[in-house]
T-cell receptor, first 121, second 114 residues
Framework: GAVVSQHPSRVICKSGTSVKIECRSLDFQATTMFWYRQFPKQSLMLMATSNEGSKATYEQGVEKDKFLINHASLTLSTLTVTSAHPEDSSFYIC?????????????????FGNGTRLTVT | EDQVTQSPEALRLQEGESSSLNCSYT??????LFWYRQDPGKGPEFLFT???AGEEKEKERLKATLTKKESFLHITAPKPEDSATYLCAVQSVETTDSWGKFQFGAGTQVVVTP
């Protein structure tokens, strides 16, 4: 089945430093990947859409200079949290569609990575 | 604006005690409704997609149904390993820009005790 791999699973960093999170589609190509953020006992909130070979699309209220997204290849998207602060501590999850599974790919399910727990001290 | 509301927030069941989770939604046009299971510290795991009212999907002890305004996830004779948070998400037909915009509910945390 479709597999989305995310790394690292946990990271602790000091305030003011930057952290990079990787998201890979392991057995399919993903021209588009999605980055979500989840607070305890709350919904997943879409942060941005990562597009291979072009700029990411950010949701309203998400700082594009704070959360840098690079989709360098058809299987890899990265999220860099720059100059991290304690309020950036959260659970970040990436996702992608396996376009092979459904010809109506626009409404096929998203497959998620296992998330990255970021703690900024 | 699309809205998704899940109830109850939490559910505690005895092993074998069947129950249902509710997901009510408000969208201008439904492209798909998705159910996921999320274990603590993990990403959501896909369970079902429902596309139109009257549709049903089944997998082991789980059965998902869909009406025009809500979806139910029925858990029949649950086991402790069914303990998880169950998330519902909807995708609307508004624009192609919304391809990735799943609107998630806050989830129902299910605990099944032996």
């Amino acid at each position: 089945g479709a597999v989305v791999s995310q790394h690292p699973s946990r990271v602790i960093c000091k305030s003011g430093t930057s952290v990079k999170i990787e998201c890979r589609s392991l057995d399919f190509q993903a021209t588009t990947m999605f980055w979500y953020r989840q607070f305890p006992k709350q919904s997943l909130m879409l942060m941005a859409t990562s597009n291979e070979g072009s700029k990411a699309t950010y949701e309203q209220g998400v700082e594009k200079d704070k959360f840098l997204i690079n989709h360098a290849s058809l299987t890899l998207s990265t999220l860099t949290v720059t100059s991290a602060h304690p309020e950036d501590s959260s659970f970040y999850i990436c996702s992608a569609r396996d376009w092979r599974r459904n010809k109506f790919s626009y409404n096929s399910p998203l497959h998620f990575g296992n998330g990255t727990r970021l703690t900024v001290t | 604006e699309d809205q998704v509301t899940q109830s109850p927030e939490a559910l505690r069941l005895q092993e074998g005690e069947s129950s249902s989770l509710n997901c009510s939604y408000t969208v201008s046009g439904l492209r798909g409704l998705f159910w996921y299971r999320q274990d603590p510290g993990k990403g959501p795991e896909f369970l079902f997609t429902l596309y139109s009212a009257g549709e049903e999907k089944e997998k082991e002890r789980l059965k998902a149904t869909l009406t025009k305004k809500e979806s139910f996830l029925h858990i029949t004779a649950p086991k402790p390993e069914d303990s998880a948070t169950y998330l519902c998400a909807v995708q609307s037909v508004e624009t192609t820009d919304s391809w990735g915009k799943f609107q998630f509910g806050a989830g129902t945390q299910v605990v099944v005790t032996p």
